[in-house]
């Protein structure tokens, strides 16, 4: 009898090397089967829930090899669209026409040529209906697909597609600060080689405290942006026939579950405890109009992070956290910070420093206290406020996990309610 863990275990190993558009549930199952013997069906509803939140989630990326790879994508992107006619560019609205879409032989799905060998696809995935943007490779004659690439959930393609205008003018405007959050740690983004602009579709992982892009994704030239930009209703009527009549919709903003925080969690370096976070959430909160009202926080720093006021044993903590969703609600990740009043107050009073050499891109440190400090430093080129917890290895303190990098629109948000917070923590 296989255990549900030791089926687990190689049924992730095998999802994280499966290619999306090609493996089946079906498939996957068999692969346990021969591995585990029959006693694998007997974890069929197992199997079927495993496979459902790897597709939901933004996990499956090993951090030790990941990097960047919007430089491999441009050089593809330019052996087959070098010597091309230019199309159009990003600025293509819903309205403007694109080449036809084509259907992949042997196969009911959707598929929109956005260069020899890249694909726009509408297609299933078990039971999960996916849009997958995605290059693809010969083999025998046919077109296969390859790993380079991404697959989005519905949900996910209903964010990309209400805000294609914004991505556009971005892309236009070579706005390189353009960040638009598809999940938790998926994210839609502007990029530049060689003095071509991409859009880049990419899942991102953690490392060291620092976000990172992954291997998973895929940057878009402009032309091939606008291809994609010109048929969104086509994708959208693709999914809707696949979809049983249902077209896509971005899911409401999630609310924070209740009842799922246990104690505080203290670190080795010294820190304060980090204190539960405050359950209440209005989606609303975020803007600068909120400013000095605690009854009007959260602060919503961006689609998964926010800032709040929460109470621990009598003492109150600001929470800058990043939220993750699960079964339709925005449970807390591990990625954030929990300060105290006095620690608080530190950064606040620092605001306006730090502000200004995030504005002018010069480093800067500021003392929270012991063991806590928030920095200005740069990452690729962009400058961010760091608010973390330090650790000391010989004789050295050095950033340690707990803690969160803000990029300068999500710095501005949170400075624009420091009052409220203030407000809020001694209330």
């Known amino acids: 009898m296989v255990s549900a863990t030791a089926l687990t275990k190689e ?71 070098g010597n091309r006619k230019r199309k159009g560019t990003a600025s293509a609205g819903p309205g403007k026409p694109a080449k036809a879409a084509k259907a992949v032989s042997n196969s009911n799905e959707f598929a929109l040529e956005l260069a020899d060998n890249r694909r726009l696809t509408v297609g299933r995935f078990g039971s999960n209906l996916l849009v997958g943007i995605r290059e693809f490779y010969e083999k025998d004659g046919e077109l296969c697909p390859g790993k380079k690439g991404i697959s989005l959930s519905l949900d996910q393609w209903a964010k990309l597609r209400g805000s294609a ?50 291997k998973k994704g895929i940057a878009l030239s402009q032309d091939q942006w606008a291809l994609v930009c010109g048929s969104l209703d086509a994708v959208d009527e693709a999914i809707k026939q696949q979809n049983g009549g249902t077209a896509p919709q971005p899911k409401q903003t999630a609310q924070p579950a209740t009842g799922v925080f246990g104690g505080p969690s203290t670190s080795a370096a ?54 993750y969703e699960k079964d339709g609600k925005l449970l807390p990740g591990s990625k954030g910070i929990s300060l105290p009043e006095a620690q608080f107050q530190a950064l606040r009073d620092s605001a306006g420093e730090l502000s200004e050499h995030l504005n002018a891109g010069s480093e800067l440190e500021v003392t929270l206290s012991g063991k806590r400090k928030a920095s200005v430093s740069s990452f690729k080129g962009k400058f961010m406020i760091n608010i ?37 923590l001694t209330a």
């Open 11 to 81: 049924l992730q190993k095998l999802l994280k090397a499966a290619d999306l558009e090609v493996t089946t549930e079906r498939k996957l199952t068999q692969a346990l089967v021969d591995k585990f013997g029959t006693a694998a069906l007997t974890h069929q509803e197992l199997i079927s829930a495993q496979i459902q939140d790897f597709l939901q989630q933004d996990g499956g990326v090993d951090d030790a090899d990941d990097e960047n790879s919007d430089e491999d994508d441009f050089e593809d992107n330019k052996k087959v669209a």
């Open 165 to 214: 205008a914004d991505v556009s003018k971005a892309a236009d405007d070579c706005d390189l600060e353009y960040a638009l959050d598809l999940a938790s740690m998926r994210r839609v983004t502007i990029t530049e080689f060689k003095g071509r602009v991409l859009i880049d579709l990419r899942e991102f992982y953690e490392k060291e405290g620092q976000q990172l892009p992954g």
């Open 270 to 323: 010294g820190g304060a405890p980090e204190a539960p976070h405050d359950q209440a959430a209005d989606p609303s909160a975020g803007s600068p109009s909120n400013a000095g009202n605690p009854a009007e926080l959260p602060v919503q720093l961006s689609a998964m992070r926010r800032a709040d006021v929460s109470e621990f044993k009598g003492t109150k903590y600001v929470n800058i956290r990043e939220y």
């Open 388 to 424: 973390r917890e330090y650790y000391e290895k010989d004789g050295k303190q050095l950033p340690g996990k707990k803690g969160i990098s803000l990029p300068r629109e999500q710095w501005i948000k949170l400075t624009q309610h420091l009052d409220a917070l203030a407000a809020a």
